[in-house]
């Protein structure tokens, strides 16, 4: 489990495709600390480590994984949000968030509103009745907050503290994030289907 407070922006430095997909992130992170087996969420999407190194640790990515996220367009130098998973007394700062990615969204607009940043999104039709205006939602790892919602366009704000501590000053029109919809929001739709 996460909260989608992000803790480090991580690099991809290595890419290797053998059935599955072998990635290498450089991170910030004390790497002899990072037991083999655990659990980081990199842009959302919860990964084992399988290696570490000096600054980086290696992750195994599954074809399951590549098809639900947007693991595939990764290219070397790509900077990630990095999450440890949570310990047991650390503070939920954000929200609930698994790492098991729903899908992809396409960012759609990009303005400026103020100091922040006003981001518009595309859901994929089949989970846009999960996100609800003022409900939480994690965007490549990080937990935001839904302003409007309009069929299955969503956005959100992202604050200069936000934009200074995650990717998220790297966002453009066009590109794919990883979205996880609130596990609440899951739970509740499922109780009024079998109603």
């Known amino acids: 489990m ?5 803790a480090d922006i991580g690099t991809v ?44 640790y290696a992750v195994q990515v599954s074809g399951e994984t590549i098809s639900k996220t947007n693991l595939s367009q990764w290219t070397v130098g790509k900077r990630v949000n990095l999450e440890k998973s949570l310990r047991v007394g650390d503070e939920l700062g954000g929200h609930i968030v698994s790492g098991h990615v729903d899908g992809v969204a396409e960012v759609m607009s990009v303005k400026t509103l103020g100091d922040s940043t006003g981001i518009d999104f595309k859901a994929p039709e089949s989970l846009a009745k999960f996100i609800a205006p003022k409900g939480s939602i994690a965007l490549n790892g990080t937990s935001l907050t839904v302003n409007d919602v309009y069929g299955a366009t969503f956005g959100i704000n992202v604050i200069p503290h936000t934009k200074e501590v995650t990717t998220w000053s790297d966002v453009a029109c066009g590109e794919m994030v990883n979205l996880e919809i609130d596990t609440l929001a899951r739970y509740v739709a499922r109780l009024a289907e079998s109603m």
Do not use: K, P, Y
Request: hydrophobic fraction near 40%; charged fraction near 20%; proline fraction near 0%.
């Open 2 to 6: 996460f909260t989608g407070i992000i």
């Open 13 to 56: 430095i290595g890419i290797e495709r053998n059935g599955d997909m072998c990635v290498r992130i450089a991170t910030h992170f004390e790497t002899d600390r990072i037991d083999i087996g655990s659990s980081i969420a990199s842009d959302g999407v919860c990964l084992t480590v399988v290696e570490t190194g000096q600054d980086w």
